[in-house]
């Protein structure tokens, strides 16, 4: 039998939701704008304010006959009633999720992958991190692109749960505030996450609520806090059918990645990964052993104020990563940079020979300067770090620099791992025959015989 189920006698009785047909449209009415944080004056659901009623039944669960609008508790992958999570390698999820994204799930090729191992064998441990809690930290030095952990989330559940969109009559809608009508949306979500707690192992359930929680005032229960504050959420393909923006997507709850707290100069990335039903952690420059594992919960291209702003909700009052977010001076350099990261840089080379005393690759100079100040700010894990790296290996190709093209392209190598990219670099660029053979070596051969042609080589 597979483990669509809880395993407590009380709960064998309400295992899968009965198909329930919660409609998207009215998500602007109910959400208008983000949830509350902080302290909410008049927190809960209005006293007067009665729960929707939900009826459970027991389902098989191998099966995919579901209404796409449906939600259903499921456990991906499928497992045994009787397993534990030594039983299981790489664990389980429990999952509150539609029918289309069941389906997804068990159509992904490959799935169910098992996680990867951590590059070199685990290199990291949870200790306290001062004013921050507990964090992570290598016990080693990691290199650029090592994969440092790649979990299986405890919860998966919808960012805007679809209670938030239930059937709510025109009455009720009109009876109460927005802000009544947010606090409402928080309670029938919180009723929903509670039954997906219930269902996961001993282990699971304590490491949930050993998880720090941001939104004690705010309307949210127990487990919605701990979500909303510890939640990564998952890009890709998994995601409600017909759907747009935050609404119909997912968050991922972990034990011990979302232990891994923010920098604004991150020294990891991470990613979902659907085959292994996984999040996974990448360095995106190498971290001395003691080091704090660190990744992003914000825009890193923002301002200071603007991330300060995204951070107040999870409890971040105060971010002195680096002395980019402290000190006033340092704040304004990084702010007027950071807006200057949003815009490439494209370079075209000089349709004259440079002068004697010039270096060839003086007209690379822009670039070779946004790819220091991006290292300067720590800010590997950006795809314009990678942009820039991959501008840097076409140039230096185009002027037969092997050399450094060489160094380039390990550079680009690192980052693809680290950025999650599926492709790795053409291997082409690590060997001396390789780049004498590109395209874009040849190109320049082709100038030296047109000079012209150079006129019409843009590297963006």
């Known amino acids: 039998m597979k483990r669509g189920f809880l395993t407590t006698s009380k709960a064998q009785k309400q295992l899968e939701k009965e198909p329930v047909s919660w409609q998207y449209a009215q998500t602007k009415t109910i959400m208008s704008g983000p949830l509350s944080h902080g302290v909410v004056q008049e927190a809960g659901a209005p006293k007067d304010y009665r729960s929707l009623e939900r009826a459970y039944h ?15 508790y499921t456990t991906v992958p499928p497992i045994s009633m009787r397993d534990t999570l030594a039983d299981v390698p790489g664990g389980w999820t429990e999952c509150f999720v539609s029918g289309h994204v069941k389906r997804m799930i068990h159509s992904t090729p490959g799935f169910p992958r098992l996680p990867l191992r951590p590059t070199g064998g685990k290199a990291y441990r949870i200790i306290n991190a001062g004013d921050k809690g507990l964090g992570m930290f ?8 090592d994969v440092i952990a790649d979990e299986r989330p405890m919860l998966v559940g919808p960012i805007v749960n679809p209670v938030n969109t239930a059937k709510l009559s025109g009455e009720i809608i009109e009876k109460y505030s927005t802000e009544q009508l947010k606090q409402i949306a928080l309670h029938e979500a919180g009723q929903a996450v509670k039954l997906a707690f219930d269902r996961l192992p001993p282990e699971y ?8 929680n941001s939104h004690k005032e705010d309307g949210s229960n127990e487990f919605i806090g701990r979500i909303r504050t510890n939640g990564f959420a998952i890009n890709g393909r998994l995601r409600d059918e017909n759907t747009n923006g935050r609404r119909g997507r997912y968050t991922a709850t972990c034990n011990e990645i979302s232990r891994i707290n923010h920098s604004c100069s991150p020294n990891a990335t991470f990613s979902w990964h659907d085959d292994t039903f996984s999040v996974r952690i990448h360095a995106v420059r190498d971290i001395p052993a003691g080091t704090e594992i660190t990744i992003q919960y914000c825009d890193l291209l923002e301002s200071v104020a603007e991330r300060a702003n995204d951070l107040a909700p999870y409890g971040i009052t105060s971010c002195n990563c680096t002395p980019f977010c402290s000190d006033p001076a340092m704040i304004k350099i990084s702010d007027e940079r950071r807006a200057r990261f949003q815009i490439p840089v494209v370079l075209m080379p000089p349709s004259v020979k440079p002068k004697a005393d010039e270096p060839k690759d003086a007209w690379v100079q822009p670039a070779l300067t946004r790819l220091l100040e991006l290292e300067e700010e720590g800010l590997q894990s950006l795809d314009e770090y990678r942009r820039t790296l991959h501008q840097l290996l076409n140039i230096y190709t185009y002027l037969q620099d092997v050399e450094k093209v060489l160094m380039y392209a390990q550079k680009l190598r690192g980052t693809l791992k680290a950025l999650g990219r599926s492709k790795d670099l053409d291997k082409g660029y690590l060997s001396v025959e390789g780049i004498k053979s590109s395209t874009f070596w040849n190109m320049a051969d082709m100038a030296k015989m047109m000079p012209m042609s150079a006129m019409m080589m843009t590297f963006a």
């Open 205 to 212: 359930k304590r490491a949930f609520m050993e998880l720090y």
């Open 138 to 145: 290598a016990t080693r030095l990691i290199r650029t692109g």
């Open 58 to 72: 027991e389902i098989d669960g191998n099966t995919m006959n579901y209404a796409p609008d449906a939600y259903i």
